[in-house]
């Protein structure tokens, strides 16, 4: 922790009151997770008391309240607002939902770049049971409708509500395709119920990919295929002058936002390991030109809030970054792994 991202998170810890300093480092742990040091603490309230940021009011020892000073908020006003100007020049600054977020992300060039390689390796035919696991708003629904024709069967499985609804809209009219609510790591299946499953980037979210994975092996008939696409976001790079500030980026979402985020990378191990014998693995690069297109997917300005909050970034740091991203010129990719396996055995 830098000292001058501890002094930032001291003051934003204080901005809704005084504080002692056990409460001040609870505040901050709920802000990032991680609580400050003793010296860390001890330090940054020193610096920001000589600064006139910070003062205490009466108590005895550590359990003296400390509060900003006028000075102090004001100086943690501009530091926000000089975040939000670079910020509002260009970027988001209202996540989306997470259904007009999917659906955002399955319009763009570098999605439909994997997808097309999940679906050339999904080979699926007509008459076979199709299973999109994790199928969001089901974008992929009426392709896979297309292919297994008539005489097969199309079922999309998804946890959360909002996007089954979304996926039982487009659903409706299509031969044989339904969608269920249902949690990735127990499928309403019966085992050997299935010839192929597609997903799609779900790994990443679940709580115990490992698990799922073997469910999935489960619903396989012998010689059935899964195929999944799924990032490793170890591998987000960003260009910009300092590669520092970049790397630290990077960091923080593989740390903080992203709960399996080198799933990618681990996926071909961890499907043998659930019995299924790897066919294949693709590593696709999709590439960001446009800063704007890569924000409506990235999250750039917001994720780079949540770093300055959580020390990965300085103020003056995330300024300099968004700043230059909005300058351009930009370029950005990511590494995503599409893995072929197979159900072998009986």
Known sequence: MRTNDAQMLVLSALADGPLHGYAVNTAIERMTGSRLGRGSLSGALARLRDKQL?????????????????????????????LADVAGQLFETVAPDRTAYQERLNTTDQARAYQQVLLDALDARPGQHLLDWGCGTGAALPALARAATARGRVLGVDHDPQMARRAAERAAGLPRTAVLRADAHRLPLADADTDRIRTDRLLQHLADPAAALAEARRVLRPGGRLVAAEPDWDTLAVDHPDPVTARAYTRHLTDRIVRNPLIGRQLPRLAAESGLTVRSVVPVTPLFRDVREADRVLGLQRNTERAVTAGYLTRDQARDWLDHLARGPFLASVTVFVVTAERADG
């Not at 910070?54 to 501009?78: I, N, S």
Request: net charge positive; charged share 40%; proline share 7%.
């Open 54 to 82: 910070v003062e205490y009011l009466p108590g005895e020892g550590r359990r003296r309240p400390v509060r900003l000073t006028a000075e102090g908020r004001t100086a943690l006003g501009r530091e926000l607002d000089a």
